[in-house]
Every structure is written in structure tokens, then in C-alpha cells.
């Protein structure tokens, strides 16, 4: 008997005898079409156990058919045709699987360049871009995972070693082509689904490195709820226990509490439950249990040492008496006090007394079972990444990054590129952990990127000038800050619809533009935007302002179709890039159309099922939203959010709640807001209602009387003197937006203002003005006005870079020329281009100097316009590619 049983897992690692394949010394499982299991052992002894990433390799028995020819045995399934040579040990002549859509074969042994990667264990001490692992998706169509070196599952739900020769293999074989829905789907159902995360920890976290005393934590809450700001996690670093221990501990380890500064542990976890706050505590348990903890004598005791020697007991979490009073003496006494989860702060290696035995990925799994063990409480930890099948164990902690733009701006890359192995639920340091330069700017960007990520959750290490409360900053930081964390908790009801889409479809929160858009070829060259739900798109501003625009800047990619700007509503036409502007308030994020995205409303902290509900609604296309509550458990409810649009008509619809309601309110205020709603149309409902309208967001908002769940509501809209929706070109309130930002003369800046709708209609007098503008301000008007543009950003996992360029329209007006010179400026002749700028490029650069010109013919004037130029640096053009 080991501790691990007293959290039995059904495990289901047998396959069904029909699934598998075994030809002498190979076995091959067909745990679906597409997902094989390869294994070669010298003696022919399999392995059946679960291992650490596969628990469930019982599934349907997939179709498939085997053929001998010639002394190979070939295995086709609808997707994949596997080619093996008997008798062979596994090499690239013996096994070969191809893909049959495709084409695409692999043959064992081959790396995998094209791999779209997967993440990485920690950010610490991260200053911009790290090399993340390999990912199950990759644009080779195939990905193949070594599990040949994990440990296994014993009867206990211990881990041990394999039983295996040393020429034995265990190789997983995902062939999903570009299906990322369906990869992740087959993924989780062998490795077992995400589970469903808290309600509360999608709300805003306070988390510092700092000696506070408890009345000083609760005084920092209590600012928060002054200041409006809502929070629904405080967590408590390494402070709260003893630090100065005066023997051989560095005081990182610890787990009796300083009374000096929690005089009574108890009533601060209490006061902190009172304001609606959950709260863990922090964890480096790699030190062990010295003299001076209040649980050293019993541990001893409880391991069989003698307490007055007064030796440490080392850390030894391989063992399982160590891991029974690891549990029950230091942890299970401070959660019947009030604490609800541990950060686990693992920074200590990968090397525990049982070989090959990780203590991190090792804690994460303990840890989250053993909160399990309490039928009344969602198992949830908070912990660095421990490698493939940790989504089984949410929330991952990123780890200790550097407060710098280039942190900042790896981050939603990072956070999306984790999709691939359905990791879905990183936390990083909101406003970065350590060292830099403290900016109100990159703080306020942190903070909205936050906004848009899995968990927002603020943090700093021990150091007087890293300010994480909005206030600390100056007044516009601290309204923009606040804001975004206020709008935080409204988001609530939608992210945790997306949590039950992750836990039950096994496709996360955030995941990278090819996932859904696998045929676009832009999908793979923007990893600064990311799906953000099943509605949105969110494209975060990592790069300070322009100093003459006095605007931040991203290039976004919008897919074809209709999409709208979800804070101001102006329409985009998709299939090509936009270069957004905006000022320090504003946040890229766009809606689909037909979008339905529903937001607490005003006065409601998200967390609890809200009494109140914005839904918002885009037009364009039909659509419908499953609303998912519960009461922290079991118990929950889908209430079906709907509507169909037409030219004339818009009719939306809030069905019954279906399943239980007894954890939503008694009535519920429904307000529906019809986003680019033209003023003038008529309303209709089967509840009463009230409707006003918002002229500056285009925005209609109907709002009926409080419903109970079984009730439904339903209102039409039907055209009006100015039809049903507001028409026209999103261009003329951009640019008179972006104008009025500029840094400018201001007599000029007045007339050039009044110029702008002519600009809109004949975007080449620009060239009228260019004299008076600066390059930035020039290009920002040019991308906007004319949909063409580029954009540079370095590759994120290279030291190459890229430039983006485009022309969404294919304008011929707008041309480009792009040459490589070197550090004495002589041009090299044989990578020039010029011409008409392209539908889309991709030039990704290497080591010299290269400068990119886009400009527009010379107009019938007496002057020429000056290009557009980016000065590149020193580099070299490695690669072109042209789309038409």
C-alpha cells in the first residue's frame, strides 16, 4: 500500500486485443486512425501499465486492415498506411508511416524542423524568447513523441521503472495532418481530458515577494476594494513561514508560520475568506524539515529518526513514507486552518532518489490528487510545467521573468504555442517578476495582456520599486490598469464557459491562429494574436508608442469574413493584415460575426453565477453560445444563447436554462446588446423591455425585466429608415483617431484633420502632405488608408527575423522595393526587389544590413513623395515568399 491509493485513478491502459497489431518483436496499438502506438522489444515483453503522459489506451477499435508483402507488414487505417519490415528493430529503412491525405511519410528516426512546438518547463530569469519543447502538431502533418524513457504506473498509482531491455521503444504517433480540434480531442482521450478549473480563478490575483505582516496583506485587499479593483485570489509568499531559522536552512523551505508577522494564521485565512478572497501559500519544499519547524519532532517520529539529533530530514518525495507525513503532517493541518491550494515553487532540477523520477512532475500529480481527496473541494494547483500530461494538473506558474518589453512580448506566443500539447492554463507575472526598468506603459500592456490570457494574476520579487496596484502608478496608468481588471471579472461568464469547452472538447482558452485556420498560410506568421474563445481574437500591444504617433501599433491578421472591433465596434473586412493603432486604453481584440460574447454587467464581481448579464451580440452571420454554470462542484446548467440575422431582421434568442438551477439566481436581468445596431429600428420582445442607444459604439441595448431560468427571452430587431445595421468604411473615424493622437503643429495637424475624408476617398493625396508628416506618422496614415503595409518582429524561437508585408486590396498604386546592403552601403544587386507591393509576403532575414523601402508612384506633382523605409539593421535576406 503506497499514499497514492488512497486517491484511487481508473486507469484504462489495456487496449482492446482487437486494436492491436503484434508482428514478432513490434507491437502496434491503433488507439484511433490517426494515433499509433509503436513498440519494439527484443524479447517481444510489452509494456501494459499506464504510463506518466497515457492513462486511457482502452478506445473504440479504429477501422484498419493489415496486408503481408514481401516480408513487411502494412497497417491502413482511413488516414494513415504504416509500413514495417519484420524481424527489424526500428530504423528509418524498417518502420514508415505515411500520411494519406498528404502524401506526407515519416520514417523513424527523422527529426522534425517543421514542428509547431509545444512549451517549456519556466520562464526564470527569461529576458524575451526561450526554446520551447516539442509540440504534437507540427506542418510536417506528423509528430512523434519518445515515451520509451517514462516511468509507469505500479497497482498502487505509484510510479516506478519500466521493465525493459535497453534496446526497447515506445513511440506515440500522432499523423492529424493540420487537424489541431482533432489531435487535441484524440490527445485527451488518452491522456485524460483537462479538468474543469474554479470559477474564482478566473478572476484577478494579488501575488508579491514581500515580509508582510497580515494586517498589511489585508490593508493591500482592502485598498483593492476601495479603489473598485475586484479580486478573487490573494496569494502569500514565502514570508509567511520562517525565514531567519539560525542552523543550516536557507529559509526557503519552511512551513511553520512567522508568528511575528501572522500572529494568528487562522483569523488572517479567515479575514481573507470574509472578503471573498482564496488564498495558498508558497512552497520550496526542496530543503526538507529542519530543527526549527514546529512539525520537525513528529516528522521525525513519524520516518523513524531520533528528534534530538537534530538533524534535517531530507526532502525525499520519491518515498512513500516521506510523501504520507509530507501530506499529512505539513499540509493537511494547514488547509483544515483555511488554506485552499499551494504554489508549488519547484526550481530545484530534475533529479529525485528514483532514477528518471522528476520531483516536479511528481509534486503536481501528488498534489492535485491529494486536494482531491476532499469530495467538496475541486482539485487545483498552481506550479510550473512537468512536462506532457501536466494539463492534467492546472494552473501552471511561468515562472520568474524579466520586466522588459521583449518579456512581454514573447508572453502571448508562449501562452498560445502551449495549446498544441492542450496545456491551456499558464499564469505568468503580470507586469513581469524582477529587474528591467519599471514603465507605467509596459506595466499598463502587461496588465491588458492579462486581461486577455488564462489567469491574471499580478506579481513582483522583493523590491521597493516594483509597483503592482494600479494607484501606485500615475492617474491615466492607473485608470487604464483598473479598468482592464474590472473588465477582468465581467469577462468571467465567458471564460468559464470556455473552461468547460476545454474540459469536455479539450480545446483551450487561447490557442494559435493555425489551429482554426490550419490552410491560411498568414495563420502561421502572426504569433502575437491568438483566438482568444470561441468568439474573439485578441492581439495584445507589446511595444511601447511611437513617439510621433504617440500610438502603439500591431499587425493583425483577420481571416476571411466579417469581423468587427469588439470595444469600438468599426467593421474589418478579413483575409488580410490591418496595422492597429491605439492609445495606452485601447486593447486589439476583434469579434467574429455573429459573435455572442455575454459579460457580467456593471456592479457584478463575476465570480458568483451574476444576477446580471450584458450579452453582446455582432452581426453577420448566425450564431449560438452555450452559457455554462454551476455551483462549484457538480451541479451546473448550459443556458443556450442564439440568433439569426438577415438584412432585415435580427432575432436573438436566451432559451430556459436546461439541467439543474438551483445554483442560479431566482431572476436574472438579461440586457442584450445588438453591436452596430442602426438607430431607428424596431424592437419586439416576448418579455417587457427597455432599449436605449449608444451613438458612439454604434450600440443598442435592450434590457428586459428579471427572468427566472425557466423562463426565456426573445427579441427581434427589424429594419428601420436607416436599415438594420450601421453601413460604411471603418477608415475615416480610424484615421481622424490616429490624427488626433499625433504630435504635431498644431495649426497643421487642424488642417490636415479636415483633410481626412478626402484622404479616405482618394488615399494619393497623401502625398501632398509628406513633407509635414515624420515617417511613422506618414506610414500609420498609408496602412490605414490604402490596407497596405509591413510589419517586422523577430522569429520567437530563432535569431532570425521577419517582415511581414501586404496589400489587401492589391493596390497598384502602392509598390515596394527592398534591397540588402552592406555596412558600407553598397547594395547587393542580386537580392533587390521592386514592384507592386504583394497580396501577402513573408521575408524572414538573417546577419547583414537589408533596407525595406514600400512607396507609392510619383504623383502629378512637383515633388515625389519619400518612401516608406525600415531600417532593418544589419542583416541579410535568407528567404522570400510571395503569395499572390
Known sequence: ???????????????????????????????????LRLEYSPDAQFEDRPSQAFWYRRQLVPEFEVREVDGRTHIITPHLRLSYQHGAAFNPDSLAITLLDSGDAWRCGMDDPANLLGTARTLDEVDGALTLEQGLLSRSGWAVYDD?????????????????????????????????????????????????????????????????????????????????????????????????????????????????????????????????LKTALNLHPAEGIHPHEAQYAEMAARLGSDPATQEPIPFDIATNDFTEAYFDLLHHPQEADGVDFWWMDWQQGTLSALPG????????????????????????????????????????FSGDTVITWDSLAFQPAFTATAANVNYGWWSHDIGGHMGGI??????????????????????????????????????????????????????????????????????????????????????????????????????????????????????????????FGFFDGLPFVGDGWQAIYGRLADIPVFAKAGAIVPLAAAGEDGVANPAALDIHLFPGADNAFDLYEDDGLRAHSITAVHHQFSVNEWTATVETAVAETAHLPARR?????????????????????????????????????????????????????????????????????????????????????????????????????????????????????????????????STDEV?????????????????????????????????????????????KSLNLHLEQPAPPSQFAPQPWRLQIGYWQLVNTVLSA
Open 1 to 35: 500500500m503506497t499514499y497514492t491509493t488512497s486517491f484511487p485513478i481508473q486507469f484504462s491502459p489495456i487496449p482492446n486485443p482487437k486494436a492491436v497489431v503484434t508482428v514478432g518483436n513490434a507491437r502496434f496499438t491503433l488507439l484511433t486512425s490517426r494515433l
Open 148 to 276: 520509451t524513457p517514462r516511468l509507469i504506473f505500479n497497482s498502487d498509482g505509484w510510479l516506478e521503472p519500466r521493465r525493459a531491455p535497453a534496446a526497447y521503444r515506445d513511440l506515440y504517433f500522432f499523423g492529424y495532418g493540420h487537424d489541431a480540434a482533432a489531435l487535441l480531442h484524440d490527445f485527451a482521450q488518452i491522456a485524460g481530458p483537462a479538468p474543469l478549473i474554479p470559477r474564482w480563478a478566473l478572476g484577478n490575483w494579488w501575488s508579491r515577494y514581500w515580509n508582510y505582516s497580515a494586517a498589511e496583506l489585508l490593508g493591500v485587499m482592502d485598498e483593492f476594494r476601495t479603489h473598485n479593483v475586484p479580486l478573487s485570489v490573494c496569494i502569500v509568499d514565502m514570508d509567511w513561514h520562517i525565514t531567519h531559522t539560525g542552523n543550516r536552512s536557507t529559509g526557503w523551505t519552511g512551513y511553520t508560520w512567522n508568528r511575528d508577522l501572522f500572529p494568528d494564521p487562522p483569523a488572517f485565512i479567515a479575514e481573507l475568506h470574509r472578503r471573498g
Open 357 to 396: 523520477l522528476d520531483p516536479l512532475w511528481w509534486l503536481n500529480h501528488l498534489h492535485f490528487y491529494d486536494l482531491a481527496r476532499d469530495e467538496g473541494k475541486r482539485p487545483f494547483i498552481f506550479s510550473r510545467w512537468g512536462g506532457l500530461g501536466n494539463h492534467r494538473y492546472p494552473i501552471g
Open 438 to 563: 519599471e514603465e507605467p506603459e509596459l506595466y499598463a500592456r502587461w496588465v491588458q495582456f492579462g486581461l486577455f490570457s488564462p489567469i491574471l494574476r499580478l506579481h513582483s520579487t522583493k523590491n521597493p520599486f516594483h509597483e503592482r496596484r494600479p494607484w501606485g502608478h500615475d492617474a491615466e496608468t492607473e485608470r487604464v490598469a483598473s479598468a482592464a481588471m474590472r473588465l477582468r471579472h465581467a469577462f468571467i461568464p465567458y471564460l468559464y464557459s470556455m473552461a468547460w469547452r476545454n474540459h469536455t472538447q479539450h480545446l483551450p482558452l487561447v490557442q494559435p491562429m493555425y489551429h482554426s485556420y490550419p490552410q491560411d498560410e498568414a495563420a502561421y506568421h502572426c504569433p502575437d494574436q491568438y483566438t482568444f474563445g470561441t468568439e474573439l481574437i485578441a492581439a495584445p500591444f507589446i511595444t511601447p508608442a511611437d513617439a510621433d504617433t504617440r500610438l502603439s501599433r500591431q499587425a493583425v491578421w483577420l481571416p476571411a469574413g466579417q469581423w
Open 669 to 797: 436581468t438579461y440586457s442584450l446588446l445588438f453591436r452596430n445596431a442602426a438607430q431607428g429600428v424596431t424592437v419586439s420582445a416576448n418579455q417587457p423591455i427597455t432599449t436605449r442607444y449608444d451613438a458612439d459604439t454604434r450600440t443598442l441595448w435592450v434590457t428586459a425585466v428579471p427572468i427566472t431560468p425557466a423562463e426565456s427571452l426573445t427579441v427581434t430587431l427589424a429594419a428601420g429608415e436607416n436599415g438594420l445595421v450601421v453601413a460604411g468604411d471603418g477608415r475615416l473615424p480610424t484615421v481622424q483617431r490616429i490624427v488626433s493622437a499625433f504630435r504635431m503643429e498644431s495649426w497643421y495637424k487642424h488642417y490636415l484633420y479636415d483633410q481626412l475624408a478626402a484622404l479616405v476617398a482618394d488615399p494619393q493625396q497623401l502625398a501632398d502632405h509628406d513633407l509635414r508628416l515624420t515617417p511613422s506618422q506618414f506610414r500609420a496614415l498609408v496602412e490605414t488608408l490604402t490596407g497596405a503595409g509591413y510589419h517586422r518582429r523577430a522569429e520567437r524561437h
Open 803 to 847: 517582415v511581414i508585408l501586404w496589400n489587401n486590396t492589391g493596390n497598384e498604386a502602392v509598390q515596394y522595393s527592398l534591397k540588402a546592403v552592406d555596412a558600407d552601403g553598397r547594395a547587393h544587386q542580386q537580392i533587390t526587389h521592386a514592384g507592386i507591393l504583394p497580396r501577402f509576403a513573408v521575408l524572414t532575414i538573417g546577419a
